[in-house]
């Protein structure tokens, strides 16, 4: 993909910078900003969601060029983050999890902190985590987590699949599973985020669906990650820990592994309200609510607040009058939600909880 298509003539590129920027240029190196200022304008508008407009990016390029993020006009990374969907996550997104959720105080701890007060961190020796799991059952929130630590990072974000690295093909996986690896040691100010990890790095022992070389694959791609001084991070999340080959959970590989689930009241009633917010509602008693929800993972709270807005807006269009979320239209709506965890579940993520964490 060719992200610099029509170059202007020179002359045309100092006229151009000249009307956005009121600087006048020699043409020879117009034309040479100019293809910085368009790559500029990809990366601006990626972090504000928005197409940010030529005129803007070339303000904006100009008065910063001094100040710039040297590595972020970088040709090629740039290249390299548009082939990979590099996306920019919202800061807002990492207010959306409670404080009292034991996996946000572990990651403002370990991860976030050392990143950010990186002096203390160096007078104290400490080095942040490069490398992480989150295991924990499905809809516990994994996947927001790896969001949210990218939007409160303003870091690129960059989500992986298995399904994609196998998409020319299973016996490609290795192959594209290298590649990526190659490309993620290349860039900065990153999270890569490979979802559905046992899919990968399933145990060897029990190795069928994926040949055991791709495990090895990644064993020998994790520390060449590790050794490059950048500043990046790769995530990796899986709803089935114990599927994982031991040889991954060692020590060494990845830094730290972290569970994400059993939400308490707290957390239940912060995705609650977060959601809540933005329904048409009435008089709706939260904690109640809260209180009946225990076994409902995040995802599944979220279905059924889609499902009583659902309902609102039916009755509404029926009646034609104004139909506010109550406490009463919840209650209707609970039994019609299966929760996602059960006893058994909660059982066996508290094994592997004891069994496997570590940061
Ligand atoms: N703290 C949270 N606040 C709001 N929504 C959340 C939160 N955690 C998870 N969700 C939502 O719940 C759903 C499931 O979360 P997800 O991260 O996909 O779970 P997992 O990756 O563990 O399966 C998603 O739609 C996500 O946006
Ligand atoms: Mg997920």
């Known amino acids: 993909m060719e992200i610099v298509s029509d170059i202007p003539h020179q ?42 407009g030529t005129s803007v990016a070339c303000l904006d390029f100009i008065e910063n060029i001094e100040t710039m993020h040297q590595d972020l006009h970088d040709a090629e990374g740039i290249q390299l983050l548009k082939e990979l969907e590099a996306q920019m996550v919202d800061q807002s997104v ?40 989150f295991f924990g059952p499905p809809g516990t929130g994994k996947t927001h987590f790896v969001r949210a630590i990218a939007g409160i990072l303003q870091w690129w974000y960059v989500e992986v699949s298995p399904s994609d690295l196998m998409a020319d093909g299973e016996d490609r996986l290795g192959a594209n599973l290298k590649t990526l690896m190659e490309k993620a040691r290349n860039l900065d100010e990153v999270v890569f985020f490979i979802d559905e990890f046992e899919e990968i790095a399933g145990s060897r022992d029990h190795a069928s669906r994926i040949d055991k070389s791709i495990t ?26 114990r599927q994982l080959d031991a040889a991954l959970l060692r020590p060494g590989r990845f830094d730290c592994i972290i569970p994400v689930g059993g ?3 707290q957390g239940r009633r912060t995705i609650f309200e977060h959601y809540l917010s933005n329904t048409n509602r009435g008089n709706v008693d939260v904690d109640k609510i809260v209180s009946m929800i225990a076994l409902f993972t995040p995802a599944d709270i979220e279905y059924l607040v889609q499902k009583v807005r659902q309902v609102a807006f039916e ?9 506010p979320v109550t406490t009463e239209t919840f209650l209707e709506m609970i039994p019609h939600v299966p929760p996602t965890l059960t006893d058994e579940i909660i059982e066996e993520f508290k094994q592997d909880c004891a069994h496997y964490t570590r940061y």
């Not at 403002?108 to 080095?127: C, D, M, W």
């Open 11 to 52: 002359e045309d590129c100092s006229r151009l910078i000249f009307e956005c920027s009121g600087h006048k240029v020699e043409p020879k190196m117009a034309a040479e900003l100019w293809v910085k200022i368009l790559q500029h304008k990809w990366v601006l508008s990626e972090k504000l969601g928005r197409d940010v």
């Open 94 to 133: 990492w207010e959306t999890i409670s404080e009292s959720q034991p996996p946000k105080q572990i990651v403002n701890k370990r991860i976030i902190l050392p990143l950010t007060a990186v002096e203390l961190a160096r007078k104290h020796s400490v080095i942040p985590p490069r490398t992480i799991i």
């Open 216 to 241: 090895n694959e990644f064993l020998k791609q994790v520390p060449l990650l590790k050794r490059e001084g950048r500043r990046n991070l790769l995530v990796c999340a899986t709803n089935y820990i």
């Open 263 to 265: 939400l308490d009241d």
């Open 315 to 323: 009755r509404e269009y029926l009646k034609g009058e104004d139909y």
